[in-house]
C-alpha cells in the first residue's frame, strides 16, 4: 500500500460554498446521455465523476474516453476504475465520429485510459478516432487529451498526427508528490512528453490539481518547467477525493488564490490558464485552440 505524505488532512466537513454545482438537467443533458449509452461510449464525465458534467452535457458537449473504461494505472487521486482491461473494440472510432455527428459538436474533446500493456500504447485507435472525426465532420476542431506514453516515442507521433488542434496531456500534480499520486508515472518524463509534443508543432496543454498537499512555490516551480518545455495551456483546478479509498484532499483552495495563480502563469510566460475550483482539463477547451 502507498503511504502518502505525512500532512493532516482537511476534516471531513462539507464542501466550502464556491464548490457546490447544479444537478444535471435538461432536454440536452437528456440527449446527450442517450447517445452516448446508444452508441456504448464512455465519457470521463461520467468515469471520473466529474462536477461539470451538468453543465457541460447540457451544453450538448462531452468528453469520450477511448480505449475502454478499465486502467492499468493506480494513480491515487483518480475514480477510473484500475485493472486488466479488456481487448480494444475497433470499431469504437467509427461510433465516437458518429455521436459526435449527432450531438452536433463544434469542439470534441477525447481522452483515453492509459493501456500499458498494448505494445503501442493504444496509439492506432487513437489515431483512427481522431481520423475518423475530421472524416465524418470535418468542421469540428479536435483537442486529445493523451496518456503517458513511457517514452514510447513513436507511439506518441501516431497519437497526434491524427490532425487534432490541440495536444493534451496532464501533470497532475507537483514534482515532490508523484510517488504518492501518479507512482507509475514520472515527472520528468511528462515534461519530455510535452516538450516532445509541441516540437512536434502542435498547441500543447497540461493540468494541474491543487489542494493534494503541494505548496505554492511547488505550483510555480510547475510552471517554471511546463514553460520550459513549451508548454501552450494550463488549467488548474480544486482536487475532489472520488471515494475514501483515495487520496485525502489536503486544503481547499479559495478562489482568490486561484485567481493569484492564473495571474502567475500568465507572467511565467503560459498562453492560457484557467484557473478556479471547478475546472478541469477539458472545462471550456473550446477557448484553447
Known amino acids: 500500500m502507498i503511504e502518502l505524505p505525512q500532512v493532516n488532512p482537511v476534516p471531513a466537513n462539507r464542501k466550502p460554498d464556491w464548490l457546490r454545482v447544479k444537478l444535471p438537467i435538461g ?15 464512455h465519457t470521463i464525465c461520467q468515469s471520473g465523476n466529474c462536477p461539470n458534467m451538468g453543465e457541460c452535457w447540457g451544453e450538448g458537449t462531452a468528453t469520450f474516453m477511448i480505449l475502454g473504461n478499465v486502467c492499468t494505472r493506480s494513480c491515487t487521486f483518480c475514480a477510473v476504475a484500475t485493472g486488466r482491461p479488456q481487448e480494444y473494440d475497433e470499431d469504437e472510432p467509427r461510433r465516437v465520429a458518429e455521436a459526435i455527428r449527432l450531438m452536433q459538436v463544434k469542439h470534441a474533446v ?30 469540428t476542431t479536435i483537442e486529445t487529451l493523451i496518456p503517458d506514453v513511457k517514452a514510447n516515442w513513436d507511439a506518441l507521433i501516431r497519437m497526434i498526427e491524427g490532425g487534432q488542434e490541440v495536444v493534451s496531456h496532464n501533470m497532475e500534480t507537483v514534482a515532490r508528490l508523484y510517488r504518492y499520486v501518479r507512482p507509475q508515472a514520472k515527472y520528468e518524463r511528462s515534461l519530455e512528453q510535452i516538450k516532445r509534443t509541441k516540437e512536434f508543432g502542435k498547441r500543447n496543454k497540461s493540468g494541474i490539481m491543487l489542494g493534494l498537499g503541494e505548496t505554492q512555490e511547488e505550483v510555480f516551480q510547475a510552471m ?11 488549467t488548474l483546478g480544486q482536487y475532489l477525493q472520488p471515494t475514501k479509498m483515495h487520496h485525502e484532499v489536503i486544503e481547499w483552495i479559495h478562489p482568490d488564490k486561484f485567481a493569484m495563480y492564473k495571474e502567475e502563469g500568465l507572467k511565467r510566460g503560459l498562453a492560457y490558464v484557467e484557473s478556479g475550483a471547478l475546472v478541469r482539463s477539458s472545462y471550456h477547451a473550446e477557448r484553447h485552440i
Open 27 to 41: 432536454e440536452s443533458y437528456t440527449k446527450v446521455r442517450k447517445l452516448v449509452d446508444e452508441y456504448k461510449l
Open 110 to 139: 477525447i481522452t483515453s485510459v492509459n493501456r500499458d500493456e498494448l505494445k503501442d500504447k493504444g496509439a492506432e485507435i487513437w489515431y483512427q478516432t481522431v481520423r475518423a472525426v475530421k472524416e465524418t465532420t470535418p468542421a
Open 224 to 234: 517554471d518547467d511546463l514553460v520550459a518545455n513549451g508548454l501552450d495551456v494550463l
